[in-house]
């Protein structure tokens, strides 16, 4: 089976699944941006006509978040270092559908429904985790990565595996996790005479410059 003939069978079987699949630039091309311009607005795709549109090399896509028409609408975890796969499998529930990418993974969750909108959100609780909700894109397999990794499913995904639903309480917010730093404490007047004074005299030392015996002044200044 060529390459274009594997592209285009995946497109199929994923649509098969439910999802809304959709064609990207290929990996020559940034590998990610979908194809078509009005892609947010775009209805699913049966598996019969996911062929249209599609461009020999190009990669694929799933449009994440509520889609019209799609049996199986998903949002998408974005897990892209250790750190963030770590907290991940502890924290997240498990899901069948998981995406091994260039740095992580990405897992899949079904949407809870036209009744909760969910934006897509970049760094949650500032790991390198990102939410890919409504209106939001995924690379699928067997895309190619611009730097030449092969995007592929960690499982092989069954048509009638069950996804959790995602819940947005999973991810706490993130001054919770990482507590601003306190400000400091305003300078004194005593504080700021003495910044003077030290300035002062650092400008009466010679620069240290390697090889003219400016490290071993600026010492003598300094323990003298």
């Keep these: 089976m060529t390459q274009a003939e594997q592209m ?128 939001g894109n995924v690379v699928v397999a067997p895309s190619t990565h611009p730097e030449g990794h092969v995007y592929a499913e960690a499982e092989p995904w069954a048509a009638g595996a069950e996804l959790p639903t995602f819940d947005p309480a999973w991810f706490p917010a993130a001054p919770a996790q990482y507590p601003a730093r306190p400000r400091s404490a305003p300078r004194t007047a005593d504080e700021a005479h003495t910044r003077r004074r030290a300035a002062a005299w650092l400008g009466r030392v010679q620069p240290a410059i390697s090889g003219q015996g400016g490290h071993d002044q600026l010492w003598d200044a300094a323990v003298g």
């Design 8 to 135: 285009l069978a995946a497109a199929r079987r994923l649509a098969g699944l439910g999802l809304a699949v959709h064609w990207l630039r290929g990996p020559k091309s940034g590998g990610k941006a979908p194809l078509a311009k009005e892609w947010q607005r775009a209805p699913y795709s049966a598996p019969a006509q996911v062929d249209e549109g599609w461009r020999s090399g190009c990669n694929l896509g799933v449009h994440t978040g509520l889609v019209a028409g799609a049996p199986r609408s998903v949002v998408v975890v974005d897990l892209d270092s250790p750190a963030a796969l770590a907290w991940a499998q502890e924290h997240l529930p498990a899901t069948p559908w998981r995406t091994l990418t260039r740095k992580g993974e990405h897992w899949y969750y079904l949407h809870p429904g036209a009744g909760c909108v969910l934006p897509n959100k970049a760094k949650v609780g500032k790991l390198a985790l990102d939410i890919r909700g409504d209106g």
